[in-house]
């Protein structure tokens, strides 16, 4: 997403859109009359801090609504946002007039919602601006973990030293260097985004183990620890925006393997958003197929897209996860064996599908 220009209102048609709401964020799908002149399908904005509505209530929860009027100002230096709208589903016609003020917009306006999956990575990542600063003057931290297994990791972190001791504010690059007792065997550079190492070795079904490292904000990378073989895969994302194309895809923080199902947990979050819980086929782990389903939608709570949710166990039918209401929830295996079945009609790649 990207700061909101007042563009993005004035010169695009809202007015007879879907429109649906939640907590600090509103988003939906333009009218026929502005995708046929603009291409634009999709809009969403997410306010800061969250707003609160003239009644002192914070933004309510609306879904699928009839868009009437939309319209953002700014004065003495905040955005005023008035929102208009019409619940007429189920033979109702509910009315809802939001107004609020909030400090920061961050926008999208998608010409489509589909995502590409092009595997984009390169031997030149991260960039060469960030592997200049790979020089001794340049080292801020060596930081040691241990993964199991007798092998344990360093991140030596290399940037700027602004002389605050917080070295996540400043650094550019790390190197990677994985030792198996004692004796190093991989090495890898990672960008600044990740300077903690996904912690979970993969104990795999078909009896190889497997290390997840990152090269990128995006994406996953895996290592067969005894043969040394390793994938490297980093999604184009969604080129999404009308203004420029940026690669936007799910953030994998910490992962998570069944080696029954062979079906992989990706904890994490698509960027500045809550956390998430995805769910991939791992069958394959040296050309896994990167389609993910998301738990968000299967969690029966009262909950909106901006609740976290978070990943406790695999059970032998199940898989639980935690809500942001402090219940477990648990989604069936074979529910989740149907969901990627459905993500596959959606989005079919041929080299996965033949």
Not at 200 to 207: F, K, T, V, W
Not at 326 to 337: F, I, S
């Amino acid at each position: 997403m990207r700061n909101f220009e007042f563009d993005d209102i004035e010169e695009h048609i809202y007015h007879d859109g879907i429109v649906s709401t939640a907590k600090c964020a509103v988003w939906g799908e333009f009218p026929e009359e502005e995708t046929e002149l603009s291409g634009l399908r999709y809009f969403d904005m997410v306010f800061s801090p969250r707003p609160e509505c003239d009644d002192g209530s914070y933004l309510p929860k609306l879904e699928d609504c009839s868009l009437l009027d939309f319209s953002i100002t700014k004065s003495d230096g905040r955005y005023e946002v008035t929102l208009n709208c019409i619940d007429d589903g189920r033979g109702r016609n509910d009315f809802s007039h939001l107004h609020f003020f909030c400090d920061e917009i961050s926008v999208m306006l998608s010409r489509y919602e589909d995502f590409s999956y092009k595997n984009i990575f390169s031997d030149d990542m991260p960039s060469a601006e960030e592997r200049a600063y790979l020089k001794d003057e340049c080292h801020l931290s060596s930081e040691e973990y241990v993964l199991g297994d007798g092998i344990t990791v360093i991140y030596d972190i290399y940037g700027e030293d602004d002389g605050s001791h917080y070295i996540y504010s400043t650094a550019k690059i790390a190197r990677c260097s994985y030792f198996k007792d004692g004796i190093k065997f991989f090495e890898h550079l990672c960008d600044r985004h990740h300077l903690r190492p996904a912690k979970e070795l993969i104990h795999h079904a078909n009896g190889h183990s497997y290390l997840p490292y990152h090269v990128d904000l995006y994406g996953l990378s895996i290592l067969e620890i005894d043969t040394g073989r390793h994938y490297d895969y980093v999604p184009e994302g969604m080129e999404h925006d009308f203004r420029f194309s940026a690669g936007e895809s799910f953030i994998v923080t910490d992962v998570h393997y069944d080696p029954e199902s062979s079906l992989l947990v990706c904890g994490g979050c698509y960027w500045a958003c809550p956390d998430e819980v995805m769910v991939m086929d791992f069958s394959e782990p040296l050309h896994y197929d990167p389609r993910m389903v998301k738990l968000h939608d299967e969690i029966p709570m009262d909950y909106d897209e901006y609740d976290d949710i978070e990943f406790l166990r695999w059970e032998k039918d199940s898989l639980i996860v935690k809500g942001e209401d402090g219940n477990e929830y648990a989604v069936t295996k074979k529910r989740l064996r149907e969901m990627l079945s459905e993500k596959r009609k959606e989005y079919s790649l041929e080299e996965f599908d033949k």
